[in-house]
């Protein structure tokens, strides 16, 4: 069973950072045509979710407008942690945040920041910046 667990959320002030990690298990395949890309989206108070960050298994990113200035996505070593850095927070970017993953069997798995892609979703992690 394919599990994402967020952890990192928190409450910070304007200007502070915080790093999310997702950790994700129970990818079990082998095949070297077995590819998983990942994302991040967030939904703030009474809006849509909506892409933040994503990285492919060619390992690209893709970043919502100008907020890679501020955010980047990366993963672990290991490659079952992915994880949200973000700087320079604002109030606007008070939401949930949610990791996503997908899984490809044709040996490529782009970066996209379209919910639509994605099968696996995590529970979330509350991110709230006071000012």
């Known amino acids: 069973q394919v599990q994402l667990v967020e952890s990192g959320g928190g409450s910070v002030q304007s200007g502070g950072s915080l790093r999310l990690p997702c950790e994700v298990s129970?990818?079990?395949?082998?095949?070297?045509?077995?590819?998983?890309?990942w994302a991040w989206f967030r939904q703030p108070p009474g809006k849509g979710r909506e892409g933040v960050a994503s990285i492919g298994s060619d390992g690209r990113h893709s970043y919502a407008g100008a907020i890679q200035v501020r955010f980047s996505i990366s993963q672990g070593t290991a490659k079952n942690t992915v994880y949200l850095q973000m700087h320079s927070l604002n109030v606007e970017d008070t939401a949930m945040y949610y990791c996503?993953?997908?899984?490809?069997?044709?040996?490529?798995?782009?970066?996209?920041?379209?919910?639509?892609?994605?099968?696996?979703w995590g529970q979330g992690t509350q991110v709230t910046v006071a000012s």
């Open positions: 129970g990818f079990t395949s082998s095949s070297l045509k077995t590819t998983y890309c």
């Open positions: 996503a993953a997908d899984v490809r069997f044709d040996g490529f798995c782009p970066a996209t920041l379209s919910n639509m892609a994605y099968e696996f």
